[in-house]
């Protein structure tokens, strides 16, 4: 056998492999899908359609071919940074007077597994009721959000103490959950401030990835906020339990973050 026909016969046991894994995914969208449309408890989540749900199946199999099972394994914050990036969502009429705004994004630590666990009916009463706390926090607070994903938050705030003071509540009632699937889960929370208006090659975009980097820095019920939020802070609004360095990837150099006391 020629190279040319071994290099011919792994390209169609890799396209036949590729054709099972797509047949498998479209036919779980399809039956997620039949099952979001019976349900009624958890309003927010918009029903994808045949298209949409073909052009996510059909990339994650492209990122499956690039980047292999690890690169489609994304966080929910993840996410909502590459839709914020495409989407450029107009946060400048939520800016505070000074032009800037606070982002926050939360996510549940190891949603992956516990989908898993529960299965997509329990997985989605859990989110119910996950939402329903963090939405009442972020209202409370005069919060927008931006933008959900899965269990996944992008919210804006006009001022940096307003973000703290949601991310704190949510934290708190988190904690309080005694029984039922959402207790002992866990939401990491990020935070960051900067101008909302695009200027200077791009402002908006990178504070938008820096507030999701520092979310992802964050472990499982902690608030976790930059320097930016730090310095728009009273003395008395926040008590920070831990100061780290981190090196956030697509920010250059060495970044202050703060642990803060929810509690």
Do not use: Y
Not at 4 to 31: Q, S
Not at 121 to 134: E, Y
């Amino acid at each position: 056998m020629s190279v040319l026909e071994i290099v011919l016969a792994v390209l169609c046991g890799a396209l036949a492999v590729l054709v099972v894994v797509l047949r498998a995914m479209l036919g779980r969208a399809r039956r997620r899908i039949r099952w979001l449309e019976d349900e009624s408890s958890r309003p927010r989540l918009s029903v994808p359609t045949p298209s949409e749900a073909v052009r996510g199946v059909v990339g994650t199999a492209i990122k499956m071919r690039d980047h292999g099972v690890k690169g489609v394994i994304r966080s929910s914050i993840d996410d909502l940074a590459l839709w914020a990036d495409v989407e450029r969502p107009d946060l400048a009429r939520l800016a505070a007077g000074d032009g800037t705004v606070t982002v926050m994004f939360s996510d549940i630590e190891g949603s992956t597994e516990l989908n898993h666990r529960l299965g997509d009916r329990g997985w989605v009463q859990l989110l119910a009721k996950h939402d329903r706390i963090l939405t009442r926090a972020i209202e409370r607070h005069g919060g927008q959000v931006v933008k959900t994903q899965g269990d996944g938050f992008m919210v804006a705030f006009a001022e940096a103490s307003e973000a703290v003071a949601a991310a704190c509540d949510i934290q708190r009632a988190l904690a309080k959950v005694g029984r039922g699937r959402l207790a002992g889960v866990r939401v990491r929370i990020g935070a960051h401030r900067g101008s909302a208006v695009h200027r200077d090659g791009d402002l908006f975009g990178r504070n938008v990835a820096f507030a999701a980097r520092v979310a992802a820095q964050a472990d499982g019920g902690e608030v976790l906020v930059s320097d930016a939020v730090m310095d728009a802070l009273d003395d008395d609004v926040a008590t920070v339990v831990e100061v780290r360095e981190a090196e956030l990837k697509g920010v250059p150099g060495t970044q202050r973050l703060h642990v803060l006391d929810w509690a």
